[in-house]
Structure formats: structure tokens, C-alpha cells
């Protein structure tokens, strides 16, 4: 099992930065990828970005490209994710996910993921 604990979201203003953090524990060498996913109030629960365990590998959806880092610490037990250039849009309940097995596809569904975390917000005012 891996149990992973988000932290770092909040408010900011349009354009500003925020970085989040997911603090991995348990059987994280079992892990073979990990990454975000966000759900604003409405929607559906979609993918922002996601890395192997390794960091080689690392994909992004099309709208953070360029504004979006997926990064991890040396343990490879913290996944971080910078946020740059924020957009109002960007406004969501974001997840850390993990998972033991290959995704079906990369980058994986949200159904490929066997771990999540709580969520932490993140709001973004104009």
C-alpha cells in the first residue's frame, strides 16, 4: 500500500505561482508512475500531468503545457508540481494519484490510478 498526503495549495491571483506537494509513504517502491489530476466544481476529474517513477518519462495535458512542472525529490518519495502563470480556469480540487501497474495508455486514465490523496484546492481569482 502507499498512502500519499498532498499539501500546498491555496488562493492566488491570476498569473501568480503556487507550487503543490505530494509526500508519498508505504510501499513507494512498488510505484511505476504518479502525476495530478484536477476536478473544478462541475466537471469531470481530468489529468494534468503525469511522470514515471524514474522522471524520465513525463507528459502534460494541453493546457498547462509550458506553465505546468512535474518534479520529484531525490527519495523519489515527494512529487511536486509548479504552477506558473495561473489562470482563473486553472481553478480546481487537485489530486495526487499513483499506481503500482502500467497505465493502459500514457498518460494514464483516472482509472489507472491505485492511489490517491485527499486533494488539496486550488483557486485562482482574476
Known amino acids: 500500500q502507499v498512502q500519499l498526503v498532498e499539501s500546498g495549495g491555496g488562493s492566488v491571483q491570476s498569473g501568480g505561482s503556487l507550487r503543490l506537494s505530494c509526500a508519498a509513504s508505504?510501499?513507494?517502491?512498488?510505484?511505476?508512475?504518479l502525476g495530478w489530476f484536477r476536478q473544478a466544481p462541475g466537471k469531470e476529474r481530468e489529468g494534468v500531468g503525469f511522470?514515471?517513477?524514474?522522471?524520465?518519462?513525463?507528459v502534460y495535458t494541453d493546457s498547462v503545457k509550458g506553465r505546468f512542472t512535474i518534479s520529484q525529490d531525490n527519495a523519489k518519495t515527494t512529487l511536486y508540481l509548479q504552477m506558473s502563470s495561473l489562470k482563473p480556469e486553472d481553478t480546481a480540487m487537485y489530486y495526487c494519484?499513483?499506481?503500482?501497474?502500467?497505465?493502459?495508455?500514457?498518460?494514464?486514465?483516472?482509472?489507472?490510478?491505485?492511489?490517491w490523496g485527499q486533494g488539496t484546492q486550488v483557486t485562482v481569482s482574476a
Open positions: 494519484a499513483a499506481a503500482s501497474r502500467f497505465p493502459r495508455a500514457w498518460p494514464p486514465h483516472e482509472s489507472d490510478a491505485g492511489y
Open positions: 511522470s514515471s517513477r524514474d522522471g524520465r518519462e513525463t
Open positions: 508505504g510501499s513507494t517502491s512498488s510505484v511505476i508512475w
